[in-house]
């Protein structure tokens, strides 16, 4: 049992033991690294000035180099882990080329958000070398990253003006197989810091270490990506200053690693991101996929998991409605066996679930879309990127062409769970896809079937009638009257 976090910055190596163990990342490169460079801005990751490069072991590749926010990730998180900071850019004194492409075409006046945007354009570059970005590619990367002087503009032509010829790694010049060999071994040790202040940090090895940790310490809070649980200690929301804290992180379980994509079964692992989810369900869901770019940021993506999204239990969790309209269940597992739960019989009201004190989520799964069923996912919210929505909508329906044979309809931010509507299933078997008049009949049935409420993000009637306008939006769609 170690009683230290082993991580690696900029190439070297760091441990972190007692108190320190309980800083977020943006704090201990800052005040015990002195590595400035990194800069907090919101706290929450909204603002990206916090970004560095994560590299870690994970699902879909052996390593791998992403962009994330610092500013609530929390330590232990790391153990592990291969830390990149803006201050391991430059080389011997001499720009890198994202930098020349920045100070060029004047993509930094304060400079206060400039080191987050490098190290995000760096997270684009290190995955994609051999082309110059287009603009969409680029706007798409840097939705996580905000600057108020400049008006985007000089920063989207630095990204595009990125030659890849004069592009240097940033990775290979500080990363190596001996690091990797180093990092594994280190790994297969479980790790638990206690403090008298702050309290106590677990990593268990292995799931079975997992589950005798959870049935002792049932108070514990379980870290996956640490996106919600970050923003909720940051704002003092839990665990405010001078109260201790106990807490499991789930970072060394590489069982609970990836989504494995077979024909019959689609089962994402515990720790799989959501920018795993995202690349590894583009044939299995496509629609899926898609609903996956505008969740929140890159940045966001690379550390918060999907089963997070899953166990935070959010009335407008963006995955929930879909996975309810997917027909997902969830595997609640303990020392005493693992059960799977359809999903839409996991929540038992606001952010309540099944799981009993000795469990936690360790898969989700469900079964790809076959050639004759359909599914589309909605998220609507006040801008495209990184916004909470306000209504989400996700639809199944299997068909045979032209009526349709058995339907699954699911509903975010119009009651205090996800709700799926059984009624209006009920109603839309059996009719043709191209029947507008019975298609209005479900749309008006679906105005009466949610319960939303008014809040600062819009009202309870604009709710109900957006959800109405779901359906008939995807009726226009199948009908090919407009919407591309
Ligand atoms: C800037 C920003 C933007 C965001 N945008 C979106 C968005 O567009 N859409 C959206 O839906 N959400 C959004 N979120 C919320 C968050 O990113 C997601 O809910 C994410 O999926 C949480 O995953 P995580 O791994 O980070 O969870 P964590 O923060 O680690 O955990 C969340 C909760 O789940 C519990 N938990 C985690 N894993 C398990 C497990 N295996 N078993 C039991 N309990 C577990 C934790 O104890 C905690 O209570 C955003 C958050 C931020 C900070
Ligand atoms: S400081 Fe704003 S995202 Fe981290
Ligand atoms: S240059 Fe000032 S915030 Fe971006």
Redesign the pocket.
């Known amino acids: 049992m170690r009683d230290a976090i082993v991580l690696y910055v900029n190439g070297a190596r760091r441990e972190v033991r007692g108190a320190a163990a309980f800083l977020t990342l943006s704090d201990w490169l800052r005040y015990e690294q002195r590595l400035t460079g990194t800069k907090v801005?919101c706290a929450e990751g909204d603002c990206g000035?916090c970004t560095v490069l994560l590299g870690r072991r994970s699902g879909d590749r052996p390593w791998r180099f992403d962009p994330i926010n610092a500013c609530i990730l929390t330590m232990a998180q790391l153990d592990g882990a291969h830390v990149l900071t803006i201050e391991s850019v430059e080389s011997n004194g001499a720009l890198h080329e994202v930098q020349r492409a920045m100070c060029d075409n004047h993509?930094?006046?304060?400079?206060?958000?400039?080191p987050g945007?490098v190290m995000a354009m760096l997270g684009h570059f290190e995955h994609n070398p051999k082309e110059r970005a287009t603009p969409k590619q680029v706007a798409n990367h840097l939705t996580g990253n905000?600057?108020?002087?400049?008006g985007y503009l000089p920063?989207l032509d630095a990204a595009v003006d990125v030659r890849p010829e004069a592009l240097e790694s940033v990775v290979a010049r500080h990363h190596s197989t001996q690091i990797e060999s180093a990092l594994d071994a280190i790994a297969r040790d479980s790790l638990h810091i206690e403090d008298p202040e702050r309290g106590a940090v677990h990593a268990p090895a292995t799931v079975s270490e997992l589950f005798a940790l959870r049935a002792k310490h049932p108070d514990a809070r379980i870290i996956a990506g640490n996106t919600d649980l970050g923003v909720m200690v940051n704002k003092q929301k839990l665990w405010p200053a001078g109260t201790a804290r106990r807490a499991i992180s789930l970072h060394l379980l590489h069982e609970l690693d990836g989504v494995k994509v077979e024909e019959a079964q689609v089962t994402i692992g515990a720790r799989a991101t959501l920018g795993e989810v995202e690349r590894a369900v583009k044939d299995a869901a496509p629609d899926f996929s898609r609903l996956l770019r505008v969740f929140a940021s890159p940045q966001i993506k690379n550390a918060g998991t999907l089963v997070g999204n899953v166990a935070n239990g959010s009335p407008i969790g963006d995955t929930i409605p879909s996975l309810y309209a997917l027909g997902a269940e969830v595997e609640l597992s303990s020392a005493r066996g693992a059960r799977w739960v359809p999903i839409d019989q996991f929540y038992l009201g606001y952010r309540k679930t099944q799981l009993a004190e000795d469990e936690v989520v360790t898969r989700v799964r469900f079964a790809p879309l076959g050639d004759k069923a359909l599914f589309r996912a909605f998220k609507i919210c006040q801008r495209r990127d990184l916004d909470i929505s306000y209504v989400g909508a996700a639809f199944y329906l299997a068909h045979d062409g032209e009526v349709i044979r058995e339907a699954r309809v699911a509903y975010g931010g119009v009651g205090p769970t996800v709700l799926r509507l059984r009624d209006v299933e009920r109603m839309l078997a059996g009719v043709a896809l191209r029947d507008e008049a019975a298609w209005e009949r479900v749309a008006e049935a679906i105005e009466r079937a949610v319960t939303p409420r008014s809040d600062l993000r819009g009202s309870e009637e604009g709710r109900r009638v957006l959800s109405g306008n779901l359906l008939r939006k995807l009726g226009y769609e199948l009908r090919g009257e407009v919407f591309a």
């Open positions: 801005v000035a993509g930094s006046q304060c400079g206060f958000c400039t945007f905000l600057c108020r002087c400049t920063i």
